[in-house]
Structures are given as structure tokens and as C-alpha cells.
């Protein structure tokens, strides 16, 4: 059973518009959620993260939202760039920074 | 080049031989991450030290697979006896004591077992 969930594999969006990359979680004890972005053929790499404590994270064009009580969060990048197309994975922790359940990822283009 | 190395890059085996894996991890992180993804999806959580201890090795997929990190510094993960459902790319992360979880990820050993 997945703890986290990615239900869109793909997304296109043109660029200066908005990516919205959505995850939903099952583990209500999760407190800690991170995104991060991964390029072919490299790891994956931090993007932006938010504690439960919050609903919202913002660092330059990234914003992450919370919604604790659905169990959601969601990625918002504006504007959106050719070079943010990537596979972006949603990770959750129930315990700060041990074990991190990853989403399976959507695959983010960025059309120009 | 300062971040996580790994290696090698890729492996490619028979079925039934054994393989190991390195990962050097950044030089300050006292912890080390393993994870393993296959195609289409997120990485999977496999075992954790906080530098020589291994905090989390319940995830391992099974008791073929081990992993040790004797000095706190480098890690080792080894899979014995390889099966064709082993073939993924093996991911190590590093993150230094009390971050609360940007780990920094290796590019990852592609393991391909015939």
C-alpha cells in the first residue's frame, strides 16, 4: 500500500505559466514533507521542504502548500522554466529525517 | 567534488554472483542513507546509519542483502546470491546530524542482473 501518492505521472505546462505537482499521503503521522527534483541520470536533489507545524513554504519560485486535514500537499512553481522539467518526488517522514517515504513521482515538462 | 560518490556507476551481473557497492558519503555527514528505485518509481528507504551505527536495517528486502559503514565515513552495501528482480539503481544519501531531512543524494549504481 503506498503512503504517498503521485496520481499524476506526467504534467506539461508551458513556460511562465504555473506547475502545480500534487501528492497526497495515507500516514496520518507524518510530519515532515519534502520535495525534490531529479534530472536523467543524476540523484535526486532537495528542492524545498515543510514541517506540519506549517501550511505553506516559499523559496523564490517554489511554494509548497500543506492541507494536514486532507492529507495533501502540493508544489507550485511560478513561473514555470524549461529548466525545471524534471521528475519531481514528494517524500514524508514520520520522524524527522530517518526514514522517508518517496511518491513515485511526476515528470514535470516545461514547454517553451 | 565534494558530494556524495558512489560506486561503480553501473554493474552488471550474473544471476546468482554476489555484488557490493561503495558510497562515500560528504565528509561532515555523520548520517548515511540507502535507498533502491525502480522504473516508475520513488526511491525506496533500505537501511540508515548515524555514523557507525546502523539505525534502521528492518527495510532491507531481505537477508541477502547487508550493508556497513565500520568507520563512520564510507558504506558498503552488498547483495549476495543476486536474482533478476535485484536489478534497480542503488541510491546513498548523506545528511549531517540534526538536519531534519535534505539528504543529499549520490548518482546512483545501476545494477543489471542477467
Known amino acids: 500500500d503506498q503512503q504517498v501518492k503521485q496520481n499524476s505521472p506526467s504534467l506539461s505546462v508551458q513556460e511562465g505559466r504555473i506547475s502545480i505537482l500534487n501528492c497526497d499521503y495515507t500516514?496520518?503521522?507524518?510530519?515532515?514533507f519534502l520535495w525534490y527534483k531529479k534530472y536523467p541520470a543524476e540523484g535526486p536533489t532537495f528542492l524545498i521542504s515543510?514541517?506540519?507545524?506549517?501550511d505553506k513554504n516559499e523559496d523564490g519560485r517554489f511554494t509548497v502548500f500543506l492541507n494536514k486535514s486532507a492529507k495533501h500537499l502540493s508544489l507550485h512553481i511560478v513561473p514555470s522554466q524549461p529548466g525545471d522539467s524534471a521528475v519531481y518526488f514528494c517524500?514524508?517522514?514520520?520522524?524527522?529525517?530517518?526514514?522517508?517515504?518517496f511518491g513515485p513521482g511526476t515528470r514535470l515538462s516545461v514547454l517553451p | 567534488d565534494t558530494g556524495v560518490s558512489q560506486d561503480p556507476r553501473h554493474k552488471i551481473t550474473k544471476r546468482g554472483q554476489n555484488v557490493t557497492f561503495r558510497c562515500d558519503p560528504i565528509?561532515?555527514?555523520?548520517?548515511l542513507y540507502w535507498y533502491r528505485q525502480t522504473l516508475g518509481q520513488g526511491p525506496e528507504f533500505l537501511t540508515y546509519?548515524?555514523?557507525?551505527?546502523?539505525?534502521?536495517k528492518s527495510r532491507l528486502l531481505s537477508d541477502r542483502f547487508s550493508a556497513e559503514r565500520p568507520k563512520g565515513s564510507f558504506s558498503t552495501l552488498e547483495i549476495q546470491r543476486t536474482e533478476q528482480g535485484d536489478s534497480a539503481m542503488y541510491l546513498c544519501?548523506?545528511?549531517?546530524?540534526?538536519?531534519?531531512?535534505?539528504?543529499?543524494f549520490g548518482e546512483g549504481s545501476r545494477l543489471t542482473v542477467l
Open positions: 515543510i514541517s506540519s507545524i506549517k
Open positions: 565528509s561532515e555527514h555523520n548520517r
Open positions: 544519501a548523506s545528511s549531517p546530524s540534526g538536519s531534519t531531512g535534505e539528504l543529499f
Open positions: 500516514n496520518s503521522m507524518f510530519d515532515y
Open positions: 546509519f548515524q555514523n557507525e551505527a546502523q539505525l534502521e
Open positions: 517524500a514524508a517522514s514520520a520522524n524527522y529525517g530517518q526514514n522517508f517515504v
